[in-house]
C-alpha cells in the first residue's frame, strides 16, 4: 500500500471507531469489512440482508460482523426518529424518515449510532 494509505490506516487503527456500510449486499464491501475487521481497524455494522451477504460472498466469513437488516430491525423506530430529529428542521416528516430508513441504506447508515 502507499505511505498515505499506511497513515490513514495506522490513524483509524488508533481510533478504532464504528463504521457502517450501507452497501453490505455488495462483493467488494464485504471483502472490505472482513479486512476491515481482521486487522481491527474498525467495528464493522453491514446494512442488508445476512442471507443475501453469505450468497453474494460464500467464501467471507461475516458471523463476527454485525449486520443490520432495516427491513426487520426491532431498532426500526429508533432509527427512524433519529432520522427524523436530524433532518426535521430542513421539513422531512416522521413519514418520510420511516420509508427511508426502510428502503433506502443511505439514510439508515445516517442515523445508526
Known amino acids: 500500500m502507499s505511505k498515505l494509505m499506511d497513515s490513514i490506516i495506522k490513524k483509524a487503527t488508533k481510533l478504532y471507531k464504528t463504521i457502517v456500510l450501507p452497501e453490505g449486499e455488495e462483493p467488494r464491501v464485504i471483502e472490505a469489512a472482513r479486512y476491515i475487521t481482521d486487522n481491527k481497524i474498525a467495528k464493522v455494522i453491514l446494512l442488508g440482508d445476512r442471507e443475501v451477504i453469505k450468497s453474494v460472498r460464500p467464501d467471507i466469513a461475516t458471523d463476527d ?24 428542521a430542513k421539513g422531512m416528516t416522521i413519514e418520510q424518515a420511516q420509508s427511508l430508513v426502510k428502503n433506502n441504506n443511505l439514510f439508515l447508515s445516517n442515523s445508526v449510532k
Not at 460482523?65 to 426535521?88: A, G, M, Q
Open 65 to 88: 460482523i454485525e449486520v443490520i437488516n432495516p427491513k426487520n430491525s426491532d431498532k426500526f423506530e429508533i432509527y427512524s426518529n433519529t432520522l427524523f430529529e436530524l433532518r426535521k
